[in-house]
């Protein structure tokens, strides 16, 4: 049986030391919201959040109070199914769950891993420093924050500035954010598709330039999509060295990118600057969801107080930051951004 307590095969993620996660999960599986590059075997340090899959009772926990439990239909069998939230206000937090799906496919449903994606983010607020829906390049230790809504161009404008202008890399999707205007890397392996293979002028890796070429080929079959997506995730080491991921910036600027035919850049007040950003930042992860808002209605976790204080984190950047539009083709993006670097 497996159970949660087995710690055979437990990973590790350091997050800057900032946040420490102990998990059984696959990096596979969190490949989207738990960077690789802060996975490691053993830690120094306490555990802030473990995520566990296998079996568990609920008296496992030191107490019932301070917990959102459930469970599936199911209730014996291969086919059971349960939850456990505990500890949000301290550490270590516990999410643990029991699922037929990952036991059987290693897979878990999208609106899991976002309550994952969630909690750590709970888990950054509650010390001082929130997660960013963002691109980031860096060079002298000057930061340059790229904000978007998804498939509008970030990570073709990142890959741009870095592989083919000198630029390093904090991450193309999303960053981790202090209250000093400082930025910390959170490279999730990222989604590489066509529109990159086409545009990027340097050499890419064979099997990845096949892969894509593939896989665009064949989803002109119809249905095909479904089976095969056009996309590839990959890990940013991929393509771009080690060194040149940097671990740290001071965002002077930010570029709000914006699909277009303009083809200007221009500066933009605050107020605007402001909008955009807490609408986009946010992206990708819910603090707000049902299960937080009962589990923080029932047990006091000061929820508000902690969107209020991520909205606060905002504020200092963005007036403290040059805010930029920039509206053009998501392939030209690059080209005005280096025109106010």
């Not at 037929?100 to 290693?106: E, G, T």
């Not at 420093?129 to 060079?139: D, I, P, R, S």
């Not at 230790?141 to 998804?150: I, M, S, T």
Request: hydrophobic content about 40%; some cysteine.
């Amino acid at each position: 049986m497996n159970n949660c307590h087995d710690d055979r095969n437990y990973d590790y993620y350091d997050i800057h030391g900032i946040l420490r996660v102990r998990t059984n999960l696959s990096q596979k599986v969190l490949a989207k919201i738990l960077p690789s590059i802060f996975r490691k075997r053993l830690i120094n340090g306490d555990i802030d959040l473990s995520v566990l899959h296998g079996d568990f009772s609920i008296r496992d926990l030191d107490t019932a109070d301070n917990c959102f439990y459930s469970e599936g239909p199911i209730k014996f069998g291969f086919l059971r199914s349960k939850f456990l939230l505990a500890n949000l206000d301290k550490a270590p937090t516990k999410f643990w769950f029991l699922s037929p799906r990952y036991k059987i496919f290693h897979r878990i449903r999208e609106s899991l891993l976002k309550l994952i994606f969630s909690v750590i983010e709970i888990k950054l607020l509650q010390k001082g420093y929130t997660l960013v829906h963002a691109g980031c390049v860096e060079k002298d230790g000057d930061g340059f924050l790229l904000v978007a809504p998804p498939d509008t161009g970030k990570t073709l404008t990142v890959l741009r500035l870095c592989l083919e202008h000198g630029f390093n890399i904090l991450s193309d999707d999303m960053v981790i954010l202090k209250e000093d205007r400082s930025v910390y890397s959170y490279p999730t392996d990222f989604t590489f598709h066509i529109l990159h293979l086409r545009n990027l002028t340097i050499k890419l890796p064979y099997g990845l330039s096949k892969s894509i070429e593939f896989r665009t080929a064949i989803n002109k079959i119809p249905f095909v999509k479904k089976i095969i997506p056009p996309q590839k995730d990959v890990n940013i080491l991929t393509l771009i060295p080690r060194e040149r991921l940097s671990p740290k910036a001071q965002i002077g600027k930010i570029f709000f990118l914006e699909i277009g035919n303009k083809n200007v850049i221009k500066r933009i007040s605050e107020e605007s600057a402001l909008k955009r950003f807490s609408l986009v930042a946010r992206m990708h992860r819910d603090v707000l969801n049902d299960i937080l808002s009962i589990y923080s209605y029932y047990n006091e976790l000061g929820l508000w107080d902690l969107v209020q204080r991520q909205q606060w984190l905002f504020e200092r950047l963005v007036i403290s930051s040059e805010n930029y539009l920039v509206n053009s083709s998501s392939e030209h993006f690059f080209e005005n951004i280096l025109t106010r670097l």
